[in-house]
């Protein structure tokens, strides 16, 4: 559909949901102030004719995290150049393309504002999900598709960090979330099924190992790191740091130009 498409910007609208009249334009003009790669803006969430609105933060985060290819508009170029698309599993799509978006570096901006409305379908695919239709295991495909397509290994440290951890968001929300009616004993084995899957995909990675307690409505994460090895630690104008390689240019040529002391 992107490559079909005749406009330089393209955005998304699930067949069961609707937009403000002013939606297009609102974000058209976000993104001609500096043609930004996309414009991420909320949602408002139609419960039966109740409103309640989401408004996004405007970090990183909201690029890879908040995974919804709707309430958006992307540059068609950066889409086609990158070679973007959805994946072809039906349920949980969203999150291979927003993360191809996010390991692309695209230049973002996010807006308050909130005129998509997600129309909230009880015979929705998402909302007749349950613990039976294995969500878990599609989450995984869709992971394996972004690792193979994309070399992780060349990232920087911390865009691998936040690759974790969407997996894991992803893998914790897809058995907790959608666990409806499950009973401990398969449970175990969905847990089971992603520990594997995640000292499978990232076996050199920081964590070690993590366990779940569910209690009623509360969810308890506990999580042990491995430790870090590191070569050298540098002290920079107040900064202790191993590698520069998040130093801006100012802070770069300071530690090029500093004398050296044998």
């Not at 998304?12 to 058209?28: H, V, W």
């Not at 409505?217 to 870090?228: A, G, I, S």
Request: aromatic share 16%.
């Amino acid at each position: 559909g992107v490559k079909e498409a005749n406009g330089r910007y393209v955005t998304f609208i699930d067949s069961d949901d609707y937009i403000a009249d002013d939606f297009l334009k609102t974000y058209y003009d976000e993104m001609k102030k500096e043609d930004y790669d996309i414009v991420i803006g909320g949602y408002t969430k139609d419960i039966a004719g109740k409103y309640k609105k989401y408004l996004v933060n405007d970090c990183i985060w909201s690029v890879f995290s908040y995974t919804i290819g709707c309430a958006k508009l992307y540059n068609k170029d950066f889409l086609i150049n990158n070679n973007i698309d959805f994946s072809e599993i039906r349920c949980g799509e969203d999150i291979l393309f927003s993360m191809s978006v996010f390991f692309n570096d695209a230049k973002y901006s996010v807006i308050r504002y909130a005129g998509y409305y997600y129309y909230f379908n009880e015979k929705s695919t998402t909302s007749t999900l349950s613990y039976d239709k294995k969500l878990e295991c599609d989450i995984s495909k869709i992971f394996d598709m972004f690792l193979m397509k994309y070399d992780y290994e060349s990232a920087g440290q911390e865009k691998k960090y936040l690759i974790q951890y969407n997996y894991i968001a992803n893998m914790i929300n897809a058995m907790i979330v959608y666990g409806h009616g499950c009973k401990p004993d398969i449970m175990d084995k969905k847990y089971k099924f992603f520990i594997d899957d995640l000292k499978n995909k990232f076996p050199d990675e920081s964590l070690k190992s993590l366990s779940i307690t569910i209690d009623g409505n509360d969810v308890d994460l506990d999580y042990v790191l491995k430790p870090q090895n590191f070569e050298r630690i540098r002290r920079i104008t107040g900064y202790l740091v191993g590698t520069l390689d998040r130093f801006n240019d100012a802070k770069a040529a300071e530690e090029r130009d500093r004398i050296k002391h044998a």
